[in-house]
């Protein structure tokens, strides 16, 4: 099992930044890659980034590439997603997730993390 515990969400003016952080615990040496992914209300949950946790390969979605960097650190067991330039529309529930090896997709998810910004 693979626990993940967001934080770092809140309230920010468009333009402003916050750095959202996702501490995992238990069997983590079994973590094959984390992402960060959104909901917005009446929305689909949708991806927003991806590392891959034995190296430092990274992938974004259109919408956030030059505006936010994920990140990791192995030894504390901590991904972190840097939001730059956020916009109203990148208000959401921002999740981390993790897919331990062999599984293929995404089977572990925290319970979310609140980021509002406003006009």
């Known amino acids: 099992q693979v626990q993940l515990v967001e934080s770092g969400g809140g309230l920010v003016q468009a333009g402003g930044s916050l750095r959202l952080s996702c501490a995992a615990s238990?069997?983590?040496?079994?973590?094959?890659?984390m992402g960060w992914f959104r909901q917005a209300p009446g929305k689909e949950r949708e991806f927003v980034a991806r590392i891959i946790w034995s190296d430092i390969s990274t992938y974004y979605t259109d919408s956030v590439k030059g505006r936010f960097t994920i990140s990791k650190d192995n030894a504390k067991n901590t991904m972190w997603l840097q939001m730059n330039s956020l916009k109203p529309e990148d208000t959401a529930v921002y999740y981390c997730?993790?897919?331990?090896?062999?599984?293929?997709?995404?089977?572990?998810w925290g319970q979310g993390t609140q980021v509002t910004v406003s006009s």
């Open positions: 997730a993790a897919a331990q090896s062999g599984a293929g997709s995404y089977n572990y």
């Open positions: 238990g069997r983590t040496s079994t973590i094959s890659f």
